[in-house]
């Protein structure tokens, strides 16, 4: 199965649409409930980041009876340094974000941890695009 | 412990639909940060939170979360009610501040989390 969403920059109304609607569609599928959280917390950060950081950003979701492969790619202005960004607590966000309940740089990380396999590039001034895998079973 | 007795001892409304009063939690998490509500993994919990927005209940929808109240009588849209709604969540909105909430109900026998 394939599924993709777009996501809006600046849109904190929307982020987090995709990961419902993801959800909704892992539990008609039986999935199990620890896995579906695993995934769409790892989304709903990810839609959050796109929301915060970036200017625009697709979802692109597919579902096998083995692997649930989520890619988010984004228009924006990228991660220099990626290596200082995975670090809990970076974080670049504005005050905006933070009253929003996010920007205390816990993202990344948490996106690392509820992924099976985990991948994020980016180019500065472009955009960044990270790939979030996780296996049905194991 | 079940929500009415929660809203009863909060002295909170329930702001999302009828039916939510008999569910039963067992324990509870406070916090403002939704980043590190979404670290953490809940089952019979309810949240506590000043945060009054989408995001607060976007993320009970992805955690699991079954219960949610606002502190402090924020201002509560009606997005945030129909969100709560659409996700089976009770929503409650209390006077009292995050840290008094916090107090009675673990007074009351609320487990803390962590
Ligand atoms: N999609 C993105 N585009 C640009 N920068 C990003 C993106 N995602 C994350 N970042 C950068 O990495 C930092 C850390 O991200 P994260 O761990 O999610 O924390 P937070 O979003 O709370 O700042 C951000 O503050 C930002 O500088
Ligand atoms: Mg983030």
Same mark, same amino acid.
């Given at each position: ?138 | ?24 939690? #067992?324990? &509870?998490?406070? %916090? *403002? ?6 670290? !953490?993994?809940? =089952? ?13 209940? #976007?993320? &009970?929808?992805? %955690? *699991? ?6 502190? !402090?009588?924020? =201002? ?30 673990? =007074? ?7």
């Amino acid at each position: 199965m394939e599924l993709s969403y777009d996501i809006g920059g600046g849109d904190f109304v929307n982020a987090g649409r995709a990961s419902s609607a993801v959800k909704g569609i892992l539990k008609q599928l039986n999935i199990s409930a620890v896995l579906i959280k695993r995934v769409v917390i790892a989304l709903y950060e990810a839609e959050v980041n796109v929301a915060a950081h970036a200017s625009a950003g697709k979802i692109s979701v597919s579902i096998t009876k083995d692997v649930i492969r989520i890619n988010i790619r984004d228009k924006g202005p990228g991660i220099a340094d990626i290596e200082l960004a995975m670090q809990e607590g970076y974080s670049t966000a504005s005050k905006e974000v933070r009253e929003m309940g996010f920007g205390a740089g816990m993202g990344l990380p948490n996106i690392r941890k509820n992924s099976d396999t985990f991948n994020i590039s980016s180019t500065p001034g472009e955009g960044t695009e990270l790939e979030i895998i996780n296996r049905l079973s194991n | 412990m079940k929500v009415k007795e929660i809203a009863e001892r909060t002295g909170a409304r329930m702001l999302t639909g009828n039916g939510g009063s008999s569910r039963e939690v #067992r324990f &509870a998490f406070s %916090s *403002d940060l939704m980043s590190d509500v979404l670290t !953490r993994d809940y =089952e019979d919990a309810v949240l506590i939170t000043g945060l009054s927005n989408l995001q607060a209940i #976007r993320t &009970a929808e992805m %955690s *699991d979360i079954g219960v949610v109240i606002i502190a !402090r009588n924020k =201002e509560v849209g009606r997005e945030m009610v129909a969100l709560a709604e659409r996700n089976e969540i009770v929503l409650l909105k209390s006077p009292l501040s995050l840290f008094r909430i916090s107090g009675v109900l673990y =007074e009351a026998g609320l487990k803390p989390l962590f």
